[in-house]
C-alpha cells in the first residue's frame, strides 16, 4: 500500500429521508466531534427519497444553534450507490434506512449501521484507526439489545420534536466519536 493512501481521510456518509433533518444535523454534530477529537475525517449525508438541493430545515438549524452548533450549510443530495460505496462507514437514522442503502448497495452490510447501532457497538478493545473500529462493530453486530434504534423523525413536528432529535443525536454522534478515535466502550 502506498503511503498516500494511508493520508485518505475516513469517510462517513450520514443517511435519512429527505436529507433536510435528521442527517445534515448528524453530518453537522459528527464533523465537529471528529475535528474535536482529531479525527481525520470527511462527513456527508444523502436522503433515500431526498430532492437535490434543499437546505437543512429551518427547525432544526435552530435547534442545533440552541444546542451550541453552528449548522453547516449543507443542502440535500438523494442517495446514490456510488455514496454508498465510496464510505467508509455508513450511518443511518434509522432501520429502514439502512435497508434502503442495502438495497442500493448490497456489498455495504459491513459498513452500514443505525447511528444508535454503531455507537452502542460493543468496541471493548482500543482500536488503532476508524477502519478496524468498524470491522469491530460488525463483527459484534447483534450482541447489544437495544429497545430502539431509529431516532426519530422531527419534520413537521413541534420545536420540542428537533429539540429531542438533537440531544439524541448528540449522544450517538459524540460515542461515535470516541470509538473512531481508538477508545473503548464509553
Do not use: W
Not at 444546542?67 to 454508498?84: D, F
Request: proline fraction near 6%.
Amino acid at each position: 500500500m502506498s503511503l498516500t493512501a494511508n493520508l485518505k481521510p475516513f469517510r462517513v456518509l450520514c443517511v435519512c429521508t429527505a436529507n433536510v433533518c435528521r442527517s445534515p444535523a448528524a453530518q453537522t454534530l459528527l464533523q465537529r466531534s471528529f475535528d474535536d477529537a482529531g479525527i481525520d475525517a470527511v462527513v456527508t449525508s444523502a436522503g433515500v427519497r431526498a430532492a437535490d438541493g434543499i437546505p437543512m430545515d429551518e427547525a432544526m438549524t435552530d435547534a442545533l444553534r440552541a444546542a451550541g452548533h453552528e449548522p453547516s450549510e449543507i443542502v440535500s443530495r438523494a442517495l446514490t450507490p456510488v455514496m454508498v460505496d465510496e464510505a467508509d462507514l455508513v450511518l443511518t437514522a434509522t432501520v429502514e434506512h439502512r435497508s434502503a442503502v442495502l438495497s442500493r448497495s448490497p456489498r455495504a452490510l459491513r459498513k452500514a449501521f443505525t447511528l444508535k447501532e454503531f455507537a452502542a457497538a460493543p468496541i471493548h478493545a482500543p482500536v488503532s484507526n476508524p477502519g478496524e473500529a468498524v470491522a469491530t462493530a460488525a463483527a459484534a453486530r447483534g450482541a447489544v439489545e437495544l429497545r430502539d434504534r431509529d431516532i426519530e423523525d422531527p419534520h413537521g413536528l413541534a420545536y420540542a420534536a428537533y429539540q429531542r432529535t438533537v440531544r439524541e443525536l448528540e449522544s450517538a454522534t459524540e460515542a461515535i466519536a470516541h470509538r473512531l478515535a481508538g477508545n473503548h466502550t464509553p
